[in-house]
């Protein structure tokens, strides 16, 4: 018999799954840049507000279709299934409640007032059903399908990738700040 996850757990999963698709988005990135001619000009140049803004945008664009996918194809996201948590689908698990559900996830999460809104209710709820939980009529659980270590390990993969991205990029990206890390010799560039 399943429970539903607690809303610690929930957020928890979401701040992981906001991490681990940031890593993944910075990996693809890097991948690009290094092959392909952009990798010096990038390296030179500082990123305006209209290009930060355009970049916001296509990772909130990334993490809704990751959002999409891996909840349509495994029921669960990695945030989620480090946490040990799991979606079930009251109506079925088709594409369109996984795009209505995502879709509202999103703007609860962007739009930090609404999210906050949102897991409040949520925890007020019997169900521990946030807003996009009910709109979709779908509920989290606390046991999942697939094994958890898979989850705890693409999650760490992501946060590597994404402090590895930030190590690279740190001053196109206006972070003006020493990591030190330029005296380990796996991070001289």
Not at 89 to 104: A, D, K, L, P, V
Not at 113 to 135: E, V
Request: some cysteine; overall charge positive.
């Amino acid at each position: 018999m399943n429970t539903n996850a607690s809303m610690v757990d929930r957020l928890l999963a979401v701040f992981l799954d906001l991490i681990t698709f940031l890593g993944f988005a910075g990996g693809i990135s890097m991948l690009i840049f290094s092959g392909s001619e952009i990798n010096t000009e990038v390296e030179e140049a500082i990123l305006s507000r209209d290009q930060l803004i355009k970049l916001l945008i296509v990772l909130i664009v990334s993490y809704f279709v990751l959002d999409i996918l891996l909840v349509r194809l495994f029921a669960t996201t990695p945030g989620k299934l480090a946490m040990n948590c799991d979606v079930d689908f009251h109506m079925g698990n088709s594409m369109i409640y996984c795009i209505i559900r995502s879709f509202f996830k999103i703007i609860c999460l962007f739009t930090v007032i609404l999210g906050l809104f949102s897991y409040l209710s949520g925890s007020a709820d019997p169900d521990s059903r946030s807003w996009h939980d009910r709109i979709a009529k779908t509920n989290v659980t606390n046991s999942t399908r697939m094994p958890r270590f898979v989850g705890v390990l693409t999650v760490l993969v992501g946060i590597a990738l994404l402090v590895l991205f930030i190590a690279t990029y740190r001053k196109v990206l206006g972070l003006n700040f020493r990591l030190g890390l330029s005296d380990f010799k796996i991070f001289s560039f």
